[in-house]
């Protein structure tokens, strides 16, 4: 059965949630604490994590960032909710390596879906697993890893779903509107330096192979594979 850990201080909307989640047939288990959030996860990594960014003793994204340095098979999927829903607080998360966010208040119903949509695609990502390939480029979608010319290239979680988006999409332009929505998964809401901050980021991380991504003016980016060595 698939476990979600909640990770919420406030009993009554912990309480909510956690009663919704088992009529929808996942096992879960709450944590009112960072701390507590992180030995049970270490104890028994579950499948899913819930989580609050305002927390009595760490900081949300603390617990965040720790929960996606963990090892690839005792990772699991974050969903932040939170009453913080700033453009630059969703940005913040999502570049941590949240697989979704959302913004305090909301409907239960609304979190099941997004609960399981982020379930769904952790599952299509290992049937997929395999290895994309470009240039001197290999992204190994299992091991969650990337290597130029064989060596390894640290990426954010973030930078990783950009980099695959574009691998799994060669010579189709992406506008900054497309990869908001598939990478970020937010909708054009925000500035759309957000998308040419996090090329740049890439490119220089990808070093060698950086000409691979290839800006079309006014409109976006796209994987030129062809003319590559």
């Known amino acids: 059965?698939?476990?979600?850990?909640?990770?919420?201080?406030?009993?009554?909307?912990?309480?909510?949630?956690e009663y919704n989640l088992r009529l929808a047939g996942f096992e879960t288990e709450h944590a009112p604490t960072g701390a507590a959030a992180l030995a049970r996860a270490r104890a028994n990594p579950p499948d899913l994590v819930l989580l609050?960014?305002?927390?009595?003793?760490?900081?949300?994204?603390?617990?965040?960032?720790?929960?996606?340095?963990?090892?690839?098979?005792?990772?699991?999927a974050v969903v932040v909710v939170t009453a913080k829903g700033q453009e630059a607080d969703r940005v913040a998360g999502l570049e941590l390596g949240a697989d979704d966010?959302?913004?305090?208040?909301?409907?239960?119903?609304?979190?099941?879906?997004?609960?399981?949509?982020?379930?769904?695609?952790?599952?299509?990502?290992?049937?997929?697993?395999?290895?994309?390939?470009?240039?001197?480029?290999?992204?190994?979608?299992?091991?969650?890893?990337?290597?130029?010319?064989g060596e390894p290239v640290v990426?954010?979680?973030?930078?990783?779903?950009?980099?695959?988006?574009?691998?799994?999409?060669?010579?189709?332009?992406?506008?900054?509107?497309?990869?908001?929505?598939?990478?970020?998964g937010i909708q054009a809401e925000i500035h759309t330096r957000t998308v040419d901050t996090h090329i740049k980021r890439l490119r220089e991380k990808l070093g060698p192979a950086s000409d691979i991504i290839e800006t079309v003016r006014g409109v976006g980016y796209k994987l030129a594979v062809r003319g590559q060595d």
Do not use: C, N
């Not at 927390?55 to 699991?76: F, I």
């Open 1 to 17: 059965m698939t476990r979600i850990l909640i990770v919420e201080d406030e009993q009554d909307l912990a309480g909510l949630v």
């Open 155 to 184: 990426l954010t979680a973030l930078e990783f779903r950009l980099l695959r988006t574009l691998l799994e999409r060669p010579e189709r332009v992406q506008t900054r509107e497309v990869l908001l929505s598939d990478v970020w």
């Open 101 to 149: 966010y959302v913004v305090k208040p909301f409907s239960v119903r609304e979190l099941l879906l997004r609960v399981k949509a982020v379930l769904r695609r952790g599952i299509e990502d290992e049937e997929a697993g395999g290895l994309l390939t470009a240039g001197d480029i290999l992204l190994d979608t299992g091991k969650h890893e990337v290597r130029v010319k």
């Open 52 to 76: 609050d960014l305002m927390l009595p003793d760490l900081a949300g994204t603390d617990v965040l960032r720790m929960l996606k340095a963990e090892p690839p098979g005792r990772r699991p």
